[in-house]
């Protein structure tokens, strides 16, 4: 009911915050790149692993698919090594 909800204004400028060509180009990702993005601390429970998986699963039916990831934490390593074993470095 409209009486139970409570809106928080906020959120992301995107004309300041876009993937534009810029940011594609600085990074390698091609223009028509379908674009996953994760920003999160490097720990287990952040169930990385899972989306590595669903990735190698997908790439098949969507090969633009890139998936970039910004953070750090104690499963760096292991995430990187797991990415290189997945065939998903590139």
Known sequence: PPHRIDLLPGGVDTDLFSPGPPC??????????????????????????????????LAPRWPRLCLAIAGDGPQRSRLVSLAHSLGLSS
Not at 25 to 52: I, N, Q, S, T, Y
């Open 24 to 57: 594609r180009a600085r990074f390698g990702w091609p223009p028509d790149a379908l674009l996953v993005f994760a920003a999160c601390r490097l720990v287990e429970k952040k169930g990385l692993p899972l989306l590595f998986d669903a990735l190698v699963q």
